[in-house]
Every structure is written in C-alpha cells, then in structure tokens.
T-cell receptor
C-alpha cells in the first residue's frame, strides 16, 4: 500500500505570492489533516478534512485554506505569503474519523519564503 | 498553541542504554500517541495508548500513561544509533467524537544515540 504522498517536496516562493501544496492520502483513508512545523512554534494543527468537509480548523489566519476532493486528495493554499510562513508542512491521513487510530504522515513539503 | 511539554528537550546516550522521555499535557484526552521524526522529515507513528490503559509495549518501546497526573513516558530499551531522532507525544482530545482528527503535539525530545 502506498503511503501518504506530498508534492512538491521543496518550494521557494517570494513574499506576496501564493502557493498550493498537495497531499494524496493512503488509499481508503478519508480523513486528511494538515500541520505546520517551525522551529519556534513546533507542530501546529492547520485543518482537517473528512469526505470533502472541513471539520476542524486551527488558529491560523484566513490566508491559509484547504480543500478535499472526492478521491480524498487534499490541497492547501497559502495566499499573500509572509516570511513567517516558511515551514515544513505535513499532511496526515487516517482511516478513522475520530483520532481513534494512528495518523500516517507524508514526508512533508518544505516551503521557504524569501 | 502546544498542549504538551516534553522533558528533556534533548537527550544524549550511548548505544545499548535506555532512553526515557516524558510528556505532560493539559486537557482530558481520548488517547495519547508517540511519533518519531528523523531530520525534519515526516512523522512515523510509534505507539498509541488509550486513556483507559496504563501501560503498553511494542518491541523495545514501553509507554506509560497516568491520566491523574496528565503525563506519559516513553522508554526505549537497548538504544541503537538508528534511534537517533526527535520524539513527539501527541494527544487526541476527549469529547471530539464525530468531531474529527486533530492531534496536539508536544515540544519534542531530541534523542542522540552515540556509538
């Protein structure tokens, strides 16, 4: 079974631009969550989707958005990039709807904003 | 904001020794999970312990959970150089049945196992 796939792996963007990151979950997993990891703030929850519906959202500004498609693939978008958005963005998929089982993480997308 | 605090922040041991990491959290939980991360890559799930469990084993890993103290510990026995990584605890909050998957991570412990 293929794992969680995140694309691209690395990205360099300029302040003010926007970026879209993609996540393909494990086949059959309907829950996809996104996390931001920075040295200063650690791992922080961004949002979670289940069957195309956003069920949870973390404490991030509206510049951060996401969506999930009918095949469970998910994208997250960050508009008007700021230097502080430089981070490792991790996607996780789960077979269960309620954190009852482990989450499977992708390798992440490392975003650098210059 | 991070719910969990981990202790120690960094740990350096010799191969063959045991490594113990501690995690404290703030709210009532459904379960607590431990993850490993190698060099800023993806997280790998190690073990999940439910709130009604006190101890769980998996290979060289032993996890304890004390819900009265809101704390957990991860013990890695007979450490190997390949265990060098960052270790994170993550909690799933109680009361989110039907409310989705959301993990709150601790600050992490950086473990270095030297030959």
């Amino acid at each position: 079974k293929a794992g969680v796939t995140q694309t691209p792996r690395y990205l360099i963007k300029t302040r003010g631009q926007q970026v879209t990151l993609s996540c393909s979950p494990i086949s059959g997993h309907r829950s996809v969550s996104w996390y931001q990891q920075t040295p200063g703030q650690g791992l922080q929850f961004l949002f979670e989707y289940f069957s195309e519906t956003q069920r949870n959202k973390g404490n991030f500004p509206g510049r951060f958005s996401g969506r999930q498609f009918s095949n469970s693939r998910s994208e997250m978008n960050v508009s008007t990039l700021e230097l502080g958005d430089s981070a490792l963005y991790l996607c996780a998929s789960s077979s269960h709807r309620d954190s009852e089982q482990e989450a499977f993480f992708g390798q992440g997308t490392r975003l650098t904003v210059v | 904001s991070q719910q969990g605090e981990e202790d120690p922040q960094a740990l350096s041991i010799q191969e063959g020794e045991n490594a113990t990491m501690n995690c404290s959290y703030k709210t009532s939980i459904n379960n607590l999970q431990w993850y490993r991360q190698n060099s800023g890559r993806g997280l790998v799930h190690l073990i999940l312990i439910r709130s009604n469990e006190r101890e769980k084993h998996s290979g060289r890993l032993r996890v304890t959970l004390d819900t009265s103290k809101k704390s957990s510990s991860l013990l890695i026995t007979a450490s190997r150089a390949a265990d060098t990584a960052s270790y994170f605890c993550a909690t799933a909050k109680l009361g989110v049945t039907g409310g989705g998957n959301k993990l709150t991570f601790g600050t992490g412990t950086q473990l270095k196992v030297e030959l």
